[in-house]
């Protein structure tokens, strides 16, 4: 595939609604940032666009919270994440907003454009209206009993108590959080983007042309809602929060944020190209433009089904790749800003970034732990104990160790310049360390254009890993004991040592020019210490074995991290449990007592709360896809059935107590969620080596716990 002539980046634009955490982090700014790094060092065309997002419910419902306007709570967090983005070296182009004018034209221009040419549908449904506030009411602005669980405050889109996913028409007793009244149903109009015309397209395009270079959980979730059947979506909400829809007759309405949020990637293009000068329309238009959406699995939907549809309609270039991140939890667990169980950017900021305690060098000291862990194929877990051992066993012990060791023995040995190469004294350890640099870029290269950032990290590690083990084997310390009567280092002894610090060095300005995407202010401070400018850093000086000139003073070593240290690791565990405490306690004092609702009968069964886990105790458990093959009653056994499961690798006999709800015949081909590892047991002399997963239901009948979408046998679940 040729090079294209030009490349757009974009990473999800966060809700300005509130702080962001290190997942968010880790999911689409840190691999979005390595990318764009290493493009710019291939001094190719790219810009790399994000910005706020200022609409939608979640604004007018934080400002509530905290007794202020949206136009606070935006200007608020729009300021703080700007920053802690720079702070941590995240490179955009621009980081625009969403409520600048230049991005309300942009969107009511793409409605119009849709609309004009029938690409829209107009329909009329009943929805909650207040009739006291004179407003239609969205999801969030209504609460009621859920009919899962019983609590009294959920919202029209979620029970916040058990997690039940809901509309506003499956709530018992239904009160608008405006008024406190009881809301109407009245018809209302609205426009849809009718998504199920565009199935055979889209299924063509990412199914057949994106099946070989797009990670297989994107594939696997674009495939699961395309075989599910698209439906139309509302392009248009009743809000008094947003961009205005542009027609006579949508008064009081809204374009839908997940219509409006997308296309900040095109009015922040267009502003950066304002503030530089440039034309923006290339980038959007030009077939040759390479544009990449990074994001987290949760925006998968919305930048692999709907926004491609919305572009492919206005003849804009779609995504060539969307390298979307699974999450990460922390020390155990999910994070949860609700919980208070998170690490905030800002707070990492506050705590680490200070000069006192590394500065710009302990942004570069998360971003490699992230890095390290990045969830690129399934979700992953940042922990305070890893993060010291990442940084003092890799970081400290590995790179920065073989760069300050070889700096302090060209100070001693060597008068503190690059020495020269004797090449008829080159051995075999020079010669496979010269060869490992000059390798070591198009393997580096092309897992950075794979987006294996993981992997590319790992080999520049690797790299100073190698000088570390040649330096060890060359022992110029030891060498330089060897001295003539006058105490000076052998003539013959002298040019062992001045070859291999000639070799370190060498490495030591590949190290800073591979690290340079993940570790910037790193490969800047290595650029200091080696007394060269940033134009080294460029990538076609990577591999190269002559970058730093024979004779050339460089600067005193300085060490390039610092250690963590245990109580440190202490400090910020503790103030992650008194967190959790203090959220617990607030839930606790505004918990309101849970009555059961009128509408559920009496004689349905709510299961209580089972003790809290860990998730340790949840990891040791062994889920995995199967499907029945075979099913009959066990003889003299009212209750069980004797199943073939076909699990991938292997056929199990599993024995379960359900044949008083299913017949043998109906569990064939059916797939279920098999307990892999639970130790085999004898039932009526048949071994069972597993257990399916059930789920009973109020009335006490059991259903089948299966994928939503067809999964290979053996297939994890996670």
């Known amino acids: 595939m040729n090079q294209p002539k030009r490349y757009l980046i974009t990473s999800a634009l966060p809700y300005a609604n509130g702080q962001k955490h290190i997942g968010h982090l880790a999911g689409a700014y840190i691999p979005a940032d390595i990318y764009v790094r290493y493009l710019r060092a291939q001094k190719r065309d790219v810009v790399f666009v994000c910005g706020s997002d200022e609409h939608g419910t979640a604004i007018p419902i934080q400002a509530m919270k905290e007794g202020t306007t949206p136009r606070e709570i935006i200007d608020k967090y729009h300021v703080i994440m700007k920053q802690n983005f720079d702070d941590l070296g995240i490179s955009f182009d621009i980081y625009d907003r969403t409520s600048n004018a230049i991005h309300h034209e942009t969107t009511q221009e793409f409605f119009t454009y849709l609309n004009d040419r029938g690409e829209l549908e107009v329909k009329e449904t009943e929805q909650y209206y207040d009739e006291q506030a004179q407003t239609f009411l969205a999801d969030r602005y209504i609460k009621g009993t859920c009919p899962n669980c019983g609590f009294e405050s959920a919202f029209g889109d979620q029970c916040e108590r058990c997690g039940t996913a809901l509309s506003p028409d499956e709530l018992i007793n239904p009160v608008s959080t405006l008024s406190g009244n009881t809301p109407i149903k009245k018809l209302t109009k609205h426009w849809y983007l009718p998504l199920n015309r565009h199935e055979d397209w889209l299924r063509n395009w990412i199914l057949n042309e994106h099946q070989k270079d797009w990670k297989a959980n994107v594939l696997g979730q674009c495939k699961s809602w395309i075989d599910a059947g698209l439906q139309p979506r509302a392009v248009t909400r009743d809000l008094d929060w947003g961009v205005k829809v542009p027609l006579p007759d949508a008064e009081g309405k809204v374009l839908y944020v997940w ?47 709907i926004f491609p549809v919305m572009l492919h309609l206005h003849n804009y270039i779609v995504p060539d790749n969307v390298p979307a991140n699974e999450f990460m939890n922390l020390e155990g667990d999910k994070m949860s800003t609700s919980r208070n169980w998170k690490l905030d950017m800002q707070d990492y900021i506050d705590d680490f970034l200070k000069k006192e305690n590394g500065g710009p060098q302990m942004a570069d000291a998360l971003r490699y732990y992230l890095t390290t862990i990045l969830p690129e194929n399934k979700d992953s877990e940042f922990t305070w104990k890893g993060f010291q051992d990442a940084v003092n066993g890799e970081l400290v012990a590995v790179f920065a160790n073989f760069f300050n060791r070889t700096f302090v023995l060209m100070h001693k040995l060597t008068n503190g310049k690059v020495p020269r190469f004797h090449n008829n004294i080159i051995d075999e350890k020079d010669k496979e360390l010269i060869a490992e640099i000059e390798s070591a870029k198009p393997r580096i290269e092309k897992l950075l254009e794979e987006y294996k950032f993981r992997d590319a990290l790992f080999d520049v590690i690797d790299l100073a890993r190698k000088g570390n083990k040649y330096m060890q084997e060359k022992e110029p310390w030891i060498k330089a004991k060897q001295v003539n009567a006058e105490g000076a280092i052998l003539p013959e002894v002298q040019e062992q040592i001045d070859n291999c610090l000639h070799v370190c060095l060498q490495l030591c300005a590949n190290m800073a020019i591979f690290i340079n995407p993940f570790l910037p202010h790193t490969a800047k401070k290595m650029c200091q210490m080696m007394k060269v400018v940033d134009k080294m850093l460029e990538w076609e000086n990577a591999g190269k074995t002559k970058l730093l000139s024979v004779g050339y003073s460089l600067r005193a ?4 991290f610092r250690k963590i240290e245990d109580a440190e690791v ?74 073939q499961v ?7 006999t599993i024995v379960s107590g359900i044949a008083q709800h299913f017949k043998p015949e109906d569990l064939v081909d059916k797939q279920v969620i098999v307990v892999a590892n639970l130790a085999p047991r004898k039932m009526r002399g048949i071994e ?31």
């Open 557 to 560: 070593p300085e060490l390039l």
């Open 646 to 652: 076909n699990m991938g690798s292997q056929i199990r």
């Open 688 to 718: 069972s080596q597993g257990m399916i997963l059930t789920a009973e239901q109020a009335d006490g009948k059991l259903i089948l716990v299966n994928p939503n979408a067809l999964a290979e046998n053996g297939s994890e679940v996670r």
């Open 259 to 305: 219509f409006d949020a997308p296309i900040g990637y095109i009015s922040a293009t267009k502003q950066w190209a304002l503030n530089t000068g440039n034309d923006w329309k290339p980038y959007w238009q030009d077939k040759d433009t390479k544009l990449v959406h990074f994001i987290g699995k949760d925006n998968i939907v919305f930048h692999c089904l």
């Open 570 to 643: 202490q400090f910020q565990v503790e103030k992650l449990k008194k967190g959790l405490a203090q959220s617990k306690m607030e839930q606790e004092q505004n918990k309101q007592p849970v009555s059961q609702p009128s509408s559920i009968a009496t004689t349905e069964r709510i299961p209580e709360d089972k003790p809290e886990i860990q998730y340790d105790d949840f990891a040791k458990l062994d889920l995995r896809i199967g499907t029945i093959t075979h099913a009959e009653k066990v003889e003299k056994a009212d209750k069980l059935l004797k199943l």
